[in-house]
């Protein structure tokens, strides 16, 4: 009896076109074709429908008229506006870390801080890019709300491909790493006041970084 090969899930489509988005491969206003996608996940074009159509609910494509479907590639007032929630989320995840974290917590935040000072030597920028989301989510984590923790996630998610080109401009990996260092001593002495103004000064300079790469 021939084994029955599973076809790929619209969710499995979903879920690979968000990494490569994500991921910096498909370039906010990027156009997705049907009719290409189905060839290469080799299915119809109804499973790939839905997974453009979760893709934008989620809003990391937009849907255009006469089915066209492109990477988002926000306006400036609204990628502004996403820049300012980021900050807010952040800053409080962070102020909510210093005050929750647990000591496990507080050291393997600090140590992996301590790791990203070797990548950054190296001007291993791709390995930065890891490194970064792991800090970031460590301090999502640390704040002990999950929903919070979730919310701001999925706003990180849909700066991602603006956060990650940020690392491009000169200097920007050192420049990073010095600004999670204040955040980093904050945390683990407990401050959460210093920790949200640490954090919310550092999006301001992620979303700066942005607008010069983009501007150049």
Not at 46 to 62: C, D, F, H, M
Not at 69 to 74: G, L, Q
Not at 119 to 130: E, F, H, K, P, T
């Amino acid at each position: 009896m021939l084994k029955r090969v599973p076809r790929t899930s619209a969710e499995d489509i979903r879920r690979q076109l968000s990494e490569r988005i994500i991921g910096g491969d498909l370039a906010p206003g990027a156009v997705l074709d049907e009719t290409q996608l189905a060839s290469e996940f080799s299915v119809s074009r109804t499973p790939i429908r839905e997974a453009l159509k979760q893709l934008a609910a989620s809003g990391l494509v937009e849907q255009k008229p006469h089915s066209r479907t492109i990477v988002a590639k926000p306006d400036t007032d609204a990628l502004t506006g996403m820049f300012e929630l980021m900050g807010h989320l952040e800053a409080l995840c962070a102020a909510l870390s210093a005050e929750r974290m647990t000591s496990a917590e507080r050291r393997a935040l600090d140590q992996l801080h301590g790791e990203m000072a070797g990548v950054v030597s190296n001007g291993d920028r791709l390995s930065y890019i890891r490194y970064n989301e792991l800090f970031h989510n460590a301090i999502y984590t640390g704040s002990h709300n999950s929903y919070l923790e979730d919310v701001t996630r999925l706003t990180r998610q849909r700066l991602q491909p603006f956060r990650r080109a940020q690392f491009s401009t000169l200097g920007r990996l050192s420049k990073s790493h010095a600004e999670h260092g204040l955040i980093v001593e904050a945390i683990l002495r407990g401050n959460g006041i210093d920790a949200q103004s640490f954090m919310r000064a550092h999006i301001t300079l992620v979303e700066d970084a942005w607008n010069e790469f983009a501007g150049g």
